[in-house]
């Protein structure tokens, strides 16, 4: 089925230790962007990637890096796992211009950090 | 800066009751909005995209509203069932279409049979 695919959809981290999650959509869409979710503040958005080749901090940036590998990769990277980023993380894409239709998201990386 | 706010957080109705969730924002320059509903643990599926120019549009049971000049945007369910509840998230993207989308906070819809 065409969509956003996240992996892994679960993964528990020791403080300290580095992980990347993966993205991949088979949509052709120029937009990609990673978001976490906690509760009680919603989702806020990390980082996104307008186009290929291009990427862009968000709201709460800090502690991780992205890499746009090509048009359908976009990964997430946290370096040195702190308890903080204990969170849901999803990945979304658009088609962007000249058509920005609407998002369609993975369903999500649970990811708990100890 | 973009501020989504979505009112109530919570809402309790019996079913087959018609029902309007809200959403405001406060920057009125926005390019679309979208609605999402979200099942516990599980990611978030597209339900309406309004387009800036757009006033409403219609799924089924649902309608997304929109009214740009005073910021807000209503989703009504018509004829409730227990399969509706779900969290329901308003989002919207301003200025061009690649603008990463905002969202408010949720509303959390149960219905009780």
Not at chain 1, 22 to 45: T, V
Not at chain 1, 74 to 80: D, G, N, Q
Request: glycine share 8%; with cysteine.
């Amino acid at each position: 089925n065409a969509g956003v695919t996240q992996t892994p959809k679960f993964q528990v981290l020791k403080t300290g230790q580095s992980m990347t999650l993966q993205c991949a959509q088979d949509m052709n869409h120029n937009s990609m962007y990673w978001y976490r979710q906690d509760p009680g503040m919603g989702l806020r958005l990390i980082y996104y990637s307008a186009s290929e080749g291009t990427t862009d901090k968000g709201e709460v940036p800090n502690g991780y890096n992205v890499s746009r590998l090509n048009k359908r990769e976009f990964s997430l990277r946290l370096e040195s796992a702190a308890p903080s980023q204990t969170s849901v993380y999803f990945c979304a894409s658009r088609a962007g211009q000249p058509r920005p239709y609407g998002y369609t998201f993975g369903s999500g990386t649970r990811l708990t950090v100890v | 800066k973009q501020e989504v706010t979505q009112i109530p957080a919570a809402l309790s109705v019996p079913e087959g009751e018609n029902l309007v969730l809200n959403c405001s924002f406060t920057d009125s320059a926005i390019y679309n909005l979208q609605w999402f509903r979200q099942d516990p643990g599980k990611g978030l599926t597209s339900l309406l995209l309004i387009q800036s120019s757009q006033r409403e549009q219609t799924s089924g049971r649902l309608n997304a509203s929109l009214d740009k000049s005073s910021g807000r945007s209503t989703l009504y369910i018509a004829a409730s069932q227990p399969g509706d509840s779900a969290t329901y998230l308003c989002a919207v993207s301003t200025n061009s279409g690649n603008t990463p989308l905002v969202f408010g906070k949720g509303t959390r819809l149960s219905v009780i049979a």
